[in-house]
């Protein structure tokens, strides 16, 4: 069993900047693809940005040159930099882990993960 557990978040205005962290236990997951989503009230939820084992990543065009994912695998941690924030950027952030089957190619792909945090909220102020 796999727990996620996301910290971070809060409340910060337009043009400001957060970092997200995922803190994962239960297994090691240096050799898993990680995801990062987010889902804004009445709205789905959305692909953020992933990052495989090897470090290769892959984004939302929507926050590609703004956030970066990271991972350190001796703490078992992924990161989300997020930078020149927006109103649209306000949600709610979850990890994921990806599958043994993940493919960087689907990253968008609800499916291709298996274990999800509960998230933490981000609010951007305008």
């Known amino acids: 069993q796999v727990q996620l557990v996301e910290s971070g978040g809060g409340l910060v205005q337009a043009g400001g900047s957060l970092r997200l962290s995922c803190a994962a236990s239960?297994?090691?997951?240096?050799?898993?693809?990680m995801g990062w989503f987010r889902q804004a009230p009445g709205k789905e939820r959305e692909f953020v940005a992933a990052i495989r084992w090897s470090g290769s990543t892959f984004y939302a065009d929507s926050v590609k040159g703004r956030f970066t994912i990271s991972r350190d695998n001796a703490k078992n941690t992924v990161y989300l930099q997020m930078n020149s924030l927006e109103p649209e950027d306000t949600a709610v952030y979850s990890c994921?882990?990806?599958?043994?089957?993940?493919?960087?190619?689907?990253?968008?792909?609800?499916?291709?993960?298996?274990?999800w945090g509960q998230g933490t909220q981000v609010t951007v102020s305008s």
């Open positions: 994921a882990k990806g599958r043994s089957t993940f493919v960087l190619s689907r990253a968008q792909d609800t499916t291709m993960y298996d274990y």
């Open positions: 239960g297994r090691t997951l240096s050799s898993n693809a």
